[in-house]
């Protein structure tokens, strides 16, 4: 069973919940802990050696600092719904994880803007939905937020979604969409950032896992990774490039967030790896 926790920073947090696990009879297979200092806030994540009988999160709750946030065993399996427009490579990699049981979630539905990816799709046995979408379209994500309804889900997943969603289909998911971006955050982004990165003469090239707010790519940021580029490279090559760090950075970021390892507070993430 897992346990997070995040609230107020004080002396003893370690010590009074390791205490009150043992009293309950629980045993601790895994520990991990962070204190951020500036924000005075403590995050900690717990796996124990069996299920609760549905009082240790109350117990908790009175144990640590007020407004505490305290989860106990989150559904180990997390529900997904997936948007794409025509690149293949990051949904190829989810449905091949999903297929194999390795991606810590089950995936629900794919939802795309062009119908390229229907086909992979039907080969996995997976719901495809058709929307042709306008950026921030109320039409259109009038049609995606029905479509979404029809199913359970914990987290939408943005694998290479190429388009914008407006401040109130994002305000309707908050810290639940997640979303890969083609380039190393801050810097280039928006569209077409390998032919930015290459017009610049950038060394490095990389991706960013990060969590979709209302300012287009400056949520909390989950993941990132960085490859080197030679002035060799065309811009092309960059994007060849770009598109297996992309599918390594948003399979690691799925795998922490359904793992439940990462926390979110005002604009950042502790990811208690």
Known sequence: ????????????LVAKISSLLAEE????????????????????????????NGSLEQKLHELLPQNAIVKVNPN?????????????????????????????????????????????????????????????SPESEKQVLDIIAGYEYDYIVLAKFMRVLSPGFVGRFPQQIINIHHSFLPAFAGANPYKQAYERGVKLI???AHFVTDELDEGPII???????????????????GKEIETAVLAKALRMVFDDRVFIYKNKTVVLE
């Not at 069973?1 to 003893?12: E, L, R, T, Y």
């Not at 991990?32 to 796996?47: G, N, P, Q, S």
């Not at 993941?223 to 490039?241: G, R, V």
């Open 76 to 136: 180990p399996e997390k529900k997904v719904i997936v948007m794409v427009t025509k690149e293949y490579h990051c949904l190829a990699d989810i449905l091949v994880r999903n297929y194999f049981k390795t991606l810590g979630a089950s995936v629900q539905c794919v939802i795309g803007n062009y119908t390229n990816l229907e086909d992979i799709c039907k080969r996995f046995d997976i719901p495809f939905h058709h929307v042709i979408f306008n950026n921030a």
């Open 1 to 12: 069973m897992v346990i997070v926790i995040q609230c107020a920073d004080q002396i003893g």
């Open 25 to 52: 009879r629980f045993n601790i297979l895994s520990m991990h802990e962070h204190v951020d200092k500036t924000a005075d806030l403590f995050f900690m994540r717990l796996e124990v050696d069996k299920q609760s």
């Open 223 to 241: 993941a990132q990774q960085i490859i080197s580029a030679s002035h060799s490279l065309t811009a092309n090559d960059m994007m060849k490039a």
């Open 206 to 208: 990389g991706a960013t």
